[in-house]
């Protein structure tokens, strides 16, 4: 069949007014134009025109140069103009084609469009096609406003799937190092009189509080960084001894395990710049996991070496390489996304957040790192971290440790413990009482404030300080006796003491006046030697 003639020449004359009736007529846009470049229009109703907001057909001649490809947004007529020429090269379809694309009215406005045309020959114009339009821009923006919102939907459906299955698994493996610390203190309870097994029980009480410790560490660090609240420091520091302190954390575990740890460095001399407590933050994530995954009697190594020295910066390469169960491809895809795990702890025995290689690459992004992953399952895994380093150049630094005290001198030294809970003052006051140091207790702020006015200039050597208290809490109370008018109301150690762990909380401490701040629950030899350093320096300053 040949092309469709629309309506014969001479018939076509007879009734043209007519059809210029009518497609005033009909609702909405009415218009015809070639189906050949550059797509010249013959024919536009009045609605066209209305919905372009032009007045009269100069000014929409003027907007579109009277060309249908005037007529469209430039970014979508690509799209169009493929359904003209399949239109063009299927003569013979009696159905509407139907496209929806934008226009720019006169005002600027863009909207969107609903076109039905079709393709047909006429008398006096040749290949043609005449359409049909509305403006339909309040029902896409409805439509668009839907499907946002069912894919909103979708995600927070999919987001709280997540959520229950973690916190199903996390609270198994919360329950799980709690009920062992329960279990073993019963137990070393019922043997006291037996050295040797409580030694275990209380071994494993150890070990269970570790764990739990590191799940709940690893939920703050997250918090804090998807929240915002992780603020990268600049401190002068050793990246040597950074390292092989990480190493010498996880001697230990791994020797438990029959598991060789080795460490080979080739670290610069000079020290560097960075944010140590997120430096080895990262290193303990992939040890951690390292031997965690690493069968009895395996191996793994800490290779850390200079790669790239560039005027006042240097770059490391730092390589956690173990012969463990290694892991899938599918899991290595998603190793880095928020409480990922390959296998939860019920299969593995592991117990874990799924969160340490998620806050290890986010702060390495925060640090201008980077980290790579080789894997294969049964052979082990080989994670590569790069980070750069500015020297510390001409600049005189003292790391030197302050000399601690002997234990025997300790018994000279008083300090003020301050607490509001029970059990944290017992804890606190038998550790330091047998470090030897002398200890006195009150149970918040307010009382804190009135024994230091009550006794003598230089009673107290150190504040051990909480921050949540009733009455008056631990940054008050510091402001308070450092307003005092004494001579060692300025001049007195205080130290905080609080499970507030933040980088914020940690800032405020020090805004309100205290010298440094311990995060509970505490390592009993770091708050000793901090103990002992800042008694140490009021001694020598005084």
Known sequence: MGKKTFLGKKYLYEVLPMLKWVAEQVPGGFFVYS???????????????????????????????????????????????????????????????????????????????????????????????????????????????????????????????????????????????????????????????????????????????????????????????????????????????????????????????????????????????????????????????????????????????????????????????????????????????TFEREETSTKTGHISAGLGLSIAKKLLDAMGGSIHAESRQGSGTTFTVGLPFKIVRDEATDNAPAEIPKADDNYNHRILLVDDIELNRMLAETILEESGFSVETVADGCEAVEVFIKHPPGYYDLVLMDIQMPIMNGYEATRAIRSLDRPDAKVLPIIALSANSRDEDKRMSMESGMNYHIAKPFDVVQLIAAVNKYIAARESNS
């Open 35 to 337: 189906a050949k470049e550059p797509f010249d229009i013959f024919y536009v109703n009045t609605e066209v025109l209305n919905i372009y907001g032009c007045e009269n057909l100069d000014e929409f001649r003027e907007l579109t140069g009277y060309t249908f490809r005037g007529m469209v947004h430039p970014d979508d007529f690509a799209a169009i103009q493929q359904s003209i020429e399949e239109q063009i090269a299927d003569p013979d379809n009696d159905h509407l084609d139907h496209v929806e694309y934008r226009i720019t009215r006169k005002d600027g406005a863009v909207r969107w469009i609903d076109d039905y045309g079709h393709f047909a020959t006429f008398p006096e114009h040749g290949d043609a096609f005449y359409v049909f339009i509305s403006d339909i821009t309040e029902r896409r923006q409805i439509q668009e406003d839907k499907l946002r919102m069912e894919i909103e939907l979708e995600k927070e459906r999919q987001a709280n799937e997540i959520k229950a299955a973690f916190l199903f698994n996390i609270s198994h493996d919360i329950l799980t190092p709690l009920n062992a610390i329960m279990g073993f203190t019963d137990l070393a309870r019922r043997h006291l009189n037996e050295p040797e097994l409580l030694r275990d029980y209380l071994a494993k009480v150890d070990e269970s509080s570790r764990q739990m410790l590191s799940l709940v560490n690893d939920l703050l660090d997250m918090s804090k960084i998807t929240y915002g609240k992780t603020t990268l420091r600049s401190e002068v520091c050793d990246l040597e001894e950074q390292v092989l302190s990480v190493v010498h954390a996880y001697t230990n575990r791994a020797a438990e395990k029959n598991i060789s740890l080795d460490c080979v460095t080739n670290l610069p001399r000079e020290m560097v710049y960075t944010d140590d407590v997120n430096f080895r933050k990262i290193l303990s994530a992939l040890l951690d996991n390292a031997i965690k995954f690493t069968p009895e009697g395996g191996h793994v190594k800490l290779c850390a070496r200079k790669k790239k020295v560039a005027d006042s910066y240097v770059r490391c390469e730092f390589v956690v390489e173990d012969d463990g169960v290694g892991m899938s491809p599918d899991f290595m895809r998603r190793m880095y996304e």
